[in-house]
């Protein structure tokens, strides 16, 4: 349902650990919370859960959880409840939950800023970097369809039936190779700027290819 996330975890560029049961974008509520912050050198790691929550720009407001403390071997070492307890978390929740735009939605600039966000926290985001730079590979492809283009125009010029028909299956691999490649970055098995532009460079290899046989056939 549109507004409704399950089952939300990540990690702030506080290196706090947050997962949420359920969140409610439209009526910004919070369900069976955990928020947990390893040790550091100011204090000990602590946990704290809540049944329910309601959160703004950058505070959560927590009702009916419990809060405990751990010993540096990892032991609880207080354990508090209570009715409410304010968070702030200095991050909005709305840039980590899958309900906003898709990456493929958003423009290079609101890609840059999940990126830069995403590497302070600590979270993946070779996704958003495949995204980014096909932002900017994409258009470039119209190029590279003309490189190909010229020269089966000029040879298939006459029968435009054939001329459609190869077109047609040219677009189609390329979207194959785009959707192919791009599954490749968001794995990790491409770097993100190899799979986002893969696709061009071997379109653009087979279009300086067939120029050079239709040159060297007529020299």
Avoid at 23 to 33: R, W
Avoid at 72 to 100: R, W
Avoid at 143 to 148: E, K
Avoid at 192 to 213: C, E, M, T
Wanted: charged content about 20%.
């Amino acid at each position: 349902m549109p507004g409704f996330e399950e089952r939300v975890y990540f990690r702030d560029p506080g290196n706090r650990f947050y997962y949420v049961g359920a969140i409610n974008l439209h009526t910004g509520t919070l369900d069976q919370i955990m928020v947990y912050e390893p040790e550091n050198e100011k204090k000990q790691a602590h946990l704290i859960t809540a049944q329910k929550g309601s959160f703004t720009e950058d505070t959560w407001y927590l009702s009916e959880g419990v809060l405990v403390d751990f010993d540096d071997e990892g032991y609880p070492s207080h354990h508090q409840s209570f009715a409410k307890y304010e968070l702030h978390v200095g991050t909005n929740i709305e840039k980590f939950i899958s309900n906003q735009h898709s990456s493929q939605e958003k423009s290079r600039k609101e890609l840059k800023s999940d990126i830069m966000l995403y590497s302070q926290s600590g979270t993946s985001y070779s996704q958003l970097l495949v995204d980014y730079h096909i932002k900017l590979a994409f258009p470039i492809s119209a190029f590279v369809f003309v490189i190909i283009g010229v020269p089966l125009g000029i040879n298939y010029g006459k029968g435009r039936g054939l001329a459609v028909i190869l077109s047609i299956i040219l677009v189609f691999i390329y979207y194959v190779l785009v959707s192919f490649s791009r599954s490749l970055g968001r794995n990790d098995l491409l770097t993100p700027l190899l799979a986002a532009w893969l696709p061009n460079l071997l379109f653009l290899s087979l279009g300086l290819l067939i120029i050079l046989r239709e040159e060297r056939f007529r020299l």
